[in-house]
T-cell receptor, first 117, second 116 residues
């Protein structure tokens, strides 16, 4: 079955530090890959996505590149801010889903990021 | 544009009691999902509706959980009787269709359930 594995957390950084959160996946075919973010007290929000190999998703200074050869979709940001403190989830949507597989997102366990001033 | 509305925000019950959660999706969204998020884990899909029909409920513990979306708009999720392991955040989400490669999924803030 499909699965997503994220790096162990929590991650604590100082403001302006470089961020990497690792994500690897197991799936057949070419799934679409997503990063969702959950700020304290809020629902999950889509941060970025990539739908095919070598695509780079980007938003709000965050980037992730879909690497088929390493089945990875690592999240990066060059300079984090205190406001980036949140929980980050990597997720996948199956390719060639068909039938009842459409709409089924598989999430990783989440990585808590805390950024200090 | 109003977001996905959920209520209540918090609920505390004792084991073996029943509880119900309500969700109103974004207007016009045909697809509605209920996810369970246990502390320290990612959300797990319980059930998805397309309009008022169930698309997939394979992960729903049907001996105690039930969900309905009678008019194809808002939805309720019920647990009866609750167990300690049901303590989690229950997230409702909606999208215009099932095709999430091209669609965006919108989440509500969730209902945090504590079973004592």
């Amino acid at each position: 079955g499909n699965s997503v594995t994220q790096m162990e957390g929590p991650v604590t950084l100082s403001e302006e530090a470089f961020l990497t959160i690792n994500c690897t996946y197991t799936a057949t075919g070419y799934p679409s890959l997503f990063w969702y973010v959950q700020y304290p007290g809020e629902g999950l929000q889509l941060l970025l996505k990539a739908t095919k190999a070598d695509d780079k998703g980007s938003n709000k200074g965050f980037e992730a590149t879909y690497r088929k050869e390493t089945t990875s979709f690592h999240l990066e940001k060059g300079s984090v801010q205190v406001s980036d403190s949140a929980v980050y989830f990597c997720a996948l949507h199956p390719s060639n889903a068909g039938g009842t597989s459409y709409g089924k997102l598989t999430f990783g366990q989440g990585t808590i990021l805390t950024v200090h001033p | 544009e109003a977001g996905v509305a959920q209520s209540p925000r918090y609920k505390i019950i004792e084991k073996r009691q029943s509880v119900a959660f309500w969700c109103n999706p974004i207007s016009g969204h045909a697809t509605l999902y209920w996810y369970q998020q246990i502390l320290g884990q990612g959300p797990k899909l319980l059930i998805q509706f397309q309009n008022n029909g169930v698309v997939d409920d394979s992960q729903l513990p049907k001996d105690r959980f039930s969900a309905e979306r009678l008019k194809g708009v808002d939805s309720t999720l019920k647990i009866q009787p609750a167990k300690l392991e049901d303590s989690a955040v229950y997230l409702c989400a909606s999208s215009q269709s099932l095709y999430l490669t091209n669609e965006k999924l919108f989440f509500g803030s969730g209902t945090q359930l504590s079973v004592l």
